[in-house]
């Protein structure tokens, strides 16, 4: 199994970015979906899911009401819209797939590499 997560970069606060993450699970419709980061010197944290039939979100109170996650399954893509990001956005952002199918999110089993989001104030 193998995810791709891009789409990072250095963006002031205030500023937006889209977040991608291509999995190569199949059938990717079939898979909940997760984000997570991780800032330095801290801890991996969830970030948000999205369950397989896209009908069901869940986000850290951090994020709540600036990120979105939606999927494009057409394209075996996750994404993570941040908008209004703050400087303690800052982190190593991980996409994450849940093996257990056709179902809510339970919890990540298969890890991407990260993409870098730099938020400078």
């Known amino acids: 199994v193998q995810l791709q997560a891009y789409g990072g970069g250095l963006m002031q606060a205030g500023g937006s970015l889209r977040l991608s993450c291509t999995a190569s699970v199949r059938p990717f419709s079939n898979y909940p979906m997760g984000w997570f980061r991780q800032a330095p010197g801290k801890e991996r944290e969830f970030v948000a899911s999205i369950d397989w039939s896209g009908d069901k979100t869940y986000y850290a109170d951090s994020v709540k009401g600036r990120f979105t996650i939606s999927r494009d399954d057409a394209k075996n893509t996750a994404y993570l819209q941040m908008n209004s990001l703050k400087p303690e956005d800052t982190a190593v952002y991980y996409c994450?797939?849940?093996?257990?199918?056709?179902?809510?999110?339970?919890?990540?089993?298969?890890w991407g590499q990260g993409t870098l989001v730099t938020v400078s104030s």
């Open positions: 994450a797939a849940d093996k257990d199918v056709v179902g809510p999110w339970a919890g990540p089993d298969y």
